[in-house]
């Protein structure tokens, strides 16, 4: 029989946040630019995104995720990559502080 006992533990709880996300049911494309879009078309993309975050109820915790695990692409949280990459170290480190005091 194998041993699983040196398996991880569930994982579900790192995730489970997702459940609740307002853009939980609306595919990636308005998240995730394609390849060479540039200008208006990825502003109005970006904008769009961008509301959908704001009514989101766990918005703050998708900023953490993406935050902590540094998200090279996408709007997550209501920030564009550009976006997030523009945040000092400092910012950086309050968003793995405020997950950290959580536990």
Do not use: Y
């Not at 699983?4 to 995730?32: I, K, M, N, Y």
């Not at 995104?49 to 692409?73: D, N, Q, Y």
């Amino acid at each position: 029989m194998t041993d699983v006992t040196r398996l991880p533990g569930a994982t579900h709880h790192f995730w489970e946040w997702q459940t609740g996300a307002a853009c939980r049911d609306l595919g990636s494309a308005r998240f995730f630019h394609p390849a060479g879009e540039r200008g208006e078309d990825r502003e109005e993309r970006d904008a769009a995104a961008k509301r959908v975050c704001g009514v989101c109820p766990v918005r703050a915790r998708c900023l953490e995720h993406a935050l902590r695990t540094r998200e090279p692409f996408g709007v997550w949280g209501g920030l564009t990559e550009e976006e997030r990459r523009s945040l000092s170290d400092r910012e950086l480190e309050g968003a793995g502080a405020t997950r950290a005091r959580r536990r």
